[in-house]
């Protein structure tokens, strides 16, 4: 299973950004997907989580300014972030879990979000 995540940059704060990640070698629509980010000196934190029916979590953090959601025909997971934040600032990962019948912990390579001040 490989995981490709892309859409990070550098923005201002109040400006958004939309991550993406591809999943191939597995049956997309069945692994539940999760972003979370690292940001300097800090540990890996869980963002959010959709699953494959759609039910979707949120950090408190990021509630009410990012979107999570999935596109089952294009084996992608998208991450809007609207309404950014110096402390957003972190690499951000894409992950599953991998699906029932085949478990596993499968990460994206990562992508740098930069909000300036």
């Known amino acids: 299973v490989q995981l490709q995540a892309s859409g990070g940059g550098l923005v201002q704060a109040g400006g958004s950004l939309r991550l993406s990640c591809v999943v191939s070698?597995?049956?997309?629509?069945?692994?539940?997907m999760d972003w979370y980010r690292q940001a300097p000196g800090k540990q890996r934190e869980l963002v959010a989580t959709i699953t494959p029916g759609s039910r979707i979590n949120y950090a408190d953090s990021v509630k009410g300014r990012f979107t999570i959601s999935r596109d089952n025909g294009k084996n992608t997971v998208y991450l809007q972030m609207n309404s950014l934040k110096f402390e957003d600032t972190a690499v951000y990962y894409c992950h599953t879990p991998g699906t029932l019948v085949s478990r596993g912990d499968y990460w994206g390579q990562g992508t740098q979000v930069t909000v300036s001040s």
């Open positions: 070698g597995s049956t997309f629509r069945l692994n539940p």
